[in-house]
C-alpha cells in the first residue's frame, strides 16, 4: 500500500471494483460471505499511545486473523523506512510477515488500517483469489478489506486539509465508500459512526450516491420515468430490427443492458448486488433471482 500527498477522487478503478465483488461471491459462495455480516469494531483495533507498540501491533494483526477466521497464520510485523505503507511475505506458512512503515510507530491510529490490508491478502492468497497485474490485485485487495468488514478502516484513515493530505490503499475514497455502502445495503450496517475522519464520512455519502443509482437501473422497476423511457426506446429499436429480420443490436454502450436472442427477445443486465449478468425474457413485468447473491429484483422488461 502506497501513501502520498495527491490524492486521486471519483471512480477511475470502478469497473474493477464491481469485477472484484463478483469474484468475491464466486470463490466464497453466498453462505461465506454473509459470515461476514459484522465488520471489526472500533474496539477491537484500538491503540492508544500509552500502549507497548509491539504488543498493540500483535494485538491487533490478531484481531484481524480472528475476524477473517485465519486461525492456522501467525502474523509477525516488524517496523522500517520504506516508500509503502506496508508489505506482506506470502508464503505457504505456517508464520507470514509484515512489514509497517516506520511512521507508524507516530501514528498509531492507522496501524489497522495497514493490517487490514495485509492481513487480507494472505486470506485472498489462501483462497488462490486473484488478478492478473499488480494493480488490478491491489483493487481486488482492497475492495474485499472493504466488502468482508475490515475495510472501513481504510478509508478512515483519509485525511485532507489545505495543507496535507493522507490516504491508504488503491481505491479512491469515494470507492472506498461505494463498497462500504454496497456491504451497508446487504447487512444493514452503517460504518458511518465509526469514522473519525470528516472527509471519510464526505466519501462514504458520495459513494453511497453510487451505490443507490446501481438498484435504479432498467429494467428494474425502480429505474424511474427517465430510465423507463430510454429502456422502452431501446427495446422497441430492437424488436423493430428482428421484425425486419435484421440481426438484433444491443443499445449504446454504457447502459448497462443489452437484448439478445430472437425467440423469446431476452434482456441481460448487471444484478445491483454482486454485478453478475442476469438474464430474463422480455415479456412485461417479471421477478429475478440472481443465482450469484440470491438477491430478488423486480423488473419491468
Avoid at 95 to 103: A, D, G, P
Wanted: net charge neutral; proline share 5%.
Amino acid at each position: 500500500m502506497g501513501t502520498g500527498s495527491d490524492v486521486v477522487h471519483g471512480y477511475p478503478h470502478i469497473e474493477t471494483v464491481r469485477e472484484s465483488i463478483t469474484a468475491i461471491y464466486k470463490r466464497l459462495s453466498y453462505d461465506t460471505v454473509h459470515t461476514f455480516a459484522t465488520s471489526i469494531l472500533p474496539a477491537d483495533v484500538a491503540f492508544a499511545d500509552i500502549d507497548d507498540l509491539y504488543l498493540g501491533v500483535q494485538r491487533v494483526a490478531r484481531a484481524m486473523v480472528q475476524h477473517l477466521r485465519l486461525p492456522d497464520a501467525r502474523i509477525i510485523v516488524s517496523f522500517r523506512d520504506m516508500h509503502h505503507a506496508a508489505n506482506v511475505e506470502l508464503a505457504a506458512g505456517p508464520e507470514y510477515f509484515i512489514e509497517l512503515n516506520s511512521r507508524f510507530k507516530t501514528h498509531r491510529q492507522d496501524i489497522g488500517a495497514a493490517l487490514a490490508h495485509e492481513v487480507m491478502h494472505v486470506y485472498l492468497h489462501r483462497l488462490d483469489l486473484a488478478f492478473d497485474g499488480v494493480r488490478n490485485n491491489e483493487i481486488l485487495t482492497d475492495t474485499a478489506t472493504a466488502y468482508l468488514g475490515a475495510g472501513w478502516l481504510l478509508l478512515d484513515a483519509f485525511r485532507e486539509d489545505a495543507v496535507s493530505s493522507q490516504k491508504l490503499g488503491y481505491l479512491t475514497p469515494e470507492e472506498f465508500g461505494y463498497v462500504l455502502a454496497k456491504r451497508a445495503m446487504v447487512f444493514g450496517e452503517d460504518p458511518s459512526p465509526w469514522f473519525t475522519s470528516p472527509q471519510a464520512y464526505t466519501a462514504y455519502t458520495a459513494g453511497k450516491a453510487l451505490a443507490l443509482r446501481d438498484g435504479q437501473q432498467p429494467p428494474l422497476t425502480a429505474c424511474g420515468w427517465a430510465g423507463r423511457r430510454r429502456y422502452a426506446r431501446d427495446r422497441r429499436s430492437v424488436q423493430d430490427l428482428r421484425g425486419a429480420g435484421a440481426a438484433v443490436s444491443a443499445p449504446a454502450s454504457g447502459s448497462g443492458y443489452t437484448f439478445e436472442g430472437q425467440a423469446p427477445l431476452r434482456v441481460t443486465f448487471p444484478c445491483p448486488t454482486c454485478h453478475q449478468r442476469i438474464r430474463v425474457p422480455v415479456r412485461g413485468r417479471v421477478r429475478a433471482r440472481c443465482g450469484l447473491c440470491r438477491t430478488v429484483l423486480e423488473c419491468d422488461t
